[in-house]
Every structure is written in C-alpha cells, then in structure tokens.
C-alpha cells in the first residue's frame, strides 16, 4: 500500500499575545517565530513519524524550498511537489495566546495553484489498494476525490477549513475526520438538526454517511469515532498544553496510520491520542509532530 497526501505547504509566522486582537485593536506581539506547516504538511509529517511510507503532494514557492527539506527529514518523500515561480507559498498568521490557544488567518498562495492535469500526473501511479490523505487548503478537490475513487483508492478527509462547496466530496469518504465545530457546521450545511451532545454528532454525520468511518476529536475531552453501527469513545492522554496548532494533524495522521497498518479502531485512537498529547505540549506545528517511538513509549496518564 501506498500512501498519498495531497495537501498544503504553509509557512507559519507565530506571534504570541497576551489575547487574541478584536477589531480595531491594536496588539503588541511579545515574539514572532518562523515555523512549517500547512494542514497537508503537517498530516504528511504525521504519518511518515507513525511509520508509513508516504508521498506529498502539492506545490510551494521559490520562498518554500524548505518547506521540502523538512518533509524529507521526516522520510515523506516530495517527488510529486511543483514549484512555482510565478507566486509566494502559503503562509499562515498564527496568534497564539499563554494557555496555548491559537487562532489563525490563512493565505492559499501555491497551495491553490494545483490543477487537474497535476492531479492525473500524479495519480497515474496510485490505485487500489493506495491511500489518498486530503484537507481543505488547496484547488481542484472535487476532481481529485473523483480521479482518486475511480482509481480505487481509500480516501480519508479532514474538511478543514470547513465549507458548503466541500458537500460533494463527503460521499466519497472512507475516513471523515472533524472537530466539534467542523461537525456542527456540517450538518448545518445539510440542513440537519445539530445534537447538542458529540455523540449525537458522531452519529448524525455516520447515519448520513454510512460508508464512512466519522472520527470525531473532542480536545481535551479526547475522541469518538462512529462506523458500522458502533460508537467508540477514547480518553485525550493528559497534557500541559503550550501550542494546539497541529493537534489535530497529528492525531489524524497518527490514526490513520493505525487503521491503514492494520490496528482496530481503539487501538488507532489511542495511539492518536498519545501523539497528540504530545504535539500539544511543544510549540510550531509540524515541529511538534512526535515520533512513532515517542508515541510508544508515552504512558497514558
């Protein structure tokens, strides 16, 4: 099995305030770091430190080249990146408050540059049995689901950031990964009742997509994921949060990475759990990214 993530390269400028600034404030930043992210570099550099053998694909700047070298330290390969002269890389305004909140103004750049005939070059050595991992931080999604399901391959999406146009897409998800808000948004979009509980939202988005497995993160109040019929709940490992950028990167590549290698559902979820703690507990994003004998050697408690 192969494993390809098509997805965004960002470059995140972090600044740490005291709040996050409302309108027509002005806010004294007390620092600024340079860090790599984007959700599809993150989600790649997840599953590559889980131990799968993955591919990146999207497209960056002349100003993101090493936004590659840090994917091809963590053993994801970057074959099937393009580089763009004609346009900057996606970056990321990241303010991130002392409780290790985060809230973020996000600028596509080379992330919405991807065109279909990138897509059929690079899917033209993917099919069944071969993995699609995909966010919303690039063009061209409809046709990539499409092509990819055609192909035969399993596809799993974050729906992040979240929005109407991505209602398409959903039926063709084997794996649908969200967050509370994402999921409530969802279901607002069909015009479905929001439950107020998270396992009524587990169980609305399963009972409307039933070929998908719904995995449902919970912050701190850990996970669920809803599939066949069954609902499974998974404690969050506790953690003294610095920096929740890539939170939910991590856990999403970390189970995937278990379900895809063969691991039940609880056991992928624990593992996740593990690697988010973790991730939580180290500032950046993709830098926060744990190790898969990290993850193993982390007690849960």
């Known amino acids: 099995m192969k494993v390809l993530c098509f997805g965004s390269l960002n470059i995140d400028y972090v600044y740490q305030v005291p709040h996050f600034a409302s309108g027509g404030e002005t806010l004294a930043a007390a620092s600024l770091q340079r860090f790599s992210g984007g959700k599809g570099l993150n989600q790649s550099i997840a599953l590559a430190r889980a131990g799968l053998e993955v591919r990146h694909a999207g497209a960056v700047g002349t100003d993101g080249l090493f936004l590659l070298e840090e994917l091809r330290a963590a053993g994801a390969g970057t074959g099937y990146v393009e580089v763009l002269e004609d346009v900057s890389t996606g970056h ?20 919405r540059r991807i065109t279909r005939e990138q897509v059929d070059r690079v899917l033209a050595d993917f099919g069944p049995g071969d993995a699609l991992v995909l966010q919303n931080e690039i063009s061209e999604l409809p046709y990539l689901t499409e092509r990819a399901k055609a192909r035969g391959m399993t596809v799993a999406l974050n729906p992040s950031p979240m929005e109407r146009g991505l209602l398409p897409l959903l039926p063709r998800a084997d794996y649908l990964l969200v967050n509370e808000i994402e999921a409530a948004q969802l279901l607002e979009y069909l015009d479905r009742a929001v439950p107020e509980t998270a396992e009524g939202l587990a169980e609305a988005l399963a009972d409307r997509f039933p070929a998908a497995a719904v995995v449902l993160t919970l912050g701190p109040q850990g996970s669920l994921c809803a599939a066949g019929g069954r609902l499974v709940r998974q404690a969050a490992h506790p953690a003294r949060a610095v920096d929740t950028t890539a939170a939910g990167d991590a856990y999403t590549g970390f189970f995937l990475a278990g379900v895809l290698t063969g691991q039940s559902v609880e056991q992928a979820m624990e593992y996740a759990s593990a690697a988010a703690a973790i991730a939580v507990s180290r500032p950046g994003a993709a830098p926060s990214i744990p190790s898969r004998e990290e993850v193993l050697a982390k007690p849960n408690g």
């Open 92 to 111: 990321a305004i990241i303010q991130r408050t002392p409780a290790g909140e985060n809230c973020i103004l996000l600028y596509g750049g080379a992330n």
